[in-house]
């Protein structure tokens, strides 16, 4: 499968809380690394969703927001991912940041330079990944 997704989870589903509509999905990732997805009850259907299932997490990197510091600060981004930054590749107008995870997952964010500039982004900085249970899609081995 080739899709145009920067961010490409592979992990086993530890947790499934189901609702009316929507279920909460999480994934665990190889190296510890966790994170959410909230999809509908259909789709927990037609996929098949169980606990202990392997799964792909995708997230476009633009769905992907930045913080450095922020301690004592709510979000109610479900995903809240503390990292390092690895690489900034500068552009004319955005940048691609590279942030790894304490468990090894790299994760691929596109933001302005402005934000680069402003966040003082640049390879060793500790900084967090904000993402929306809502913009992680789901996919399962066929």
């Known amino acids: 499968m080739k899709i145009s997704a920067r961010n490409v989870f592979e992990g086993r589903i530890t947790a499934i809380v189901d609702g009316a509509v929507n279920a909460e ?3 665990t990732m190889a190296g510890g690394d966790r994170i959410v997805a909230v999809v509908t009850e259909g789709s927990v ?3 098949n969703l169980a606990i202990g299932k392997p799964v792909m997490a995708i997230v476009k990197a633009p769905w992907v927001m930045l913080m450095v510091g922020g ?3 709510g979000f109610s981004a479900r995903n809240q991912l503390a990292g390092t930054v690895e690489s ?3 552009g004319a107008v ?3 940041i590279g942030l790894r995870l304490s468990g090894g997952t790299l994760i691929h ?3 302005t330079n402005e934000a680069v500039l402003e966040l003082g982004l640049r390879p060793g900085v500790q900084a967090s990944a904000l993402i929306k ?3 992680v899609i789901l996919g399962v081995p066929a």
Do not use: M, P, Y
């Open 25 to 27: 999905v999480d994934i």
């Open 133 to 135: 249970a809502s913009h």
């Open 71 to 73: 301690e004592g600060v």
């Open 88 to 90: 900034v590749d500068k």
């Open 45 to 47: 259907r037609s996929l």
């Open 94 to 96: 955005n940048s691609e």
């Open 109 to 111: 964010a596109i933001v």
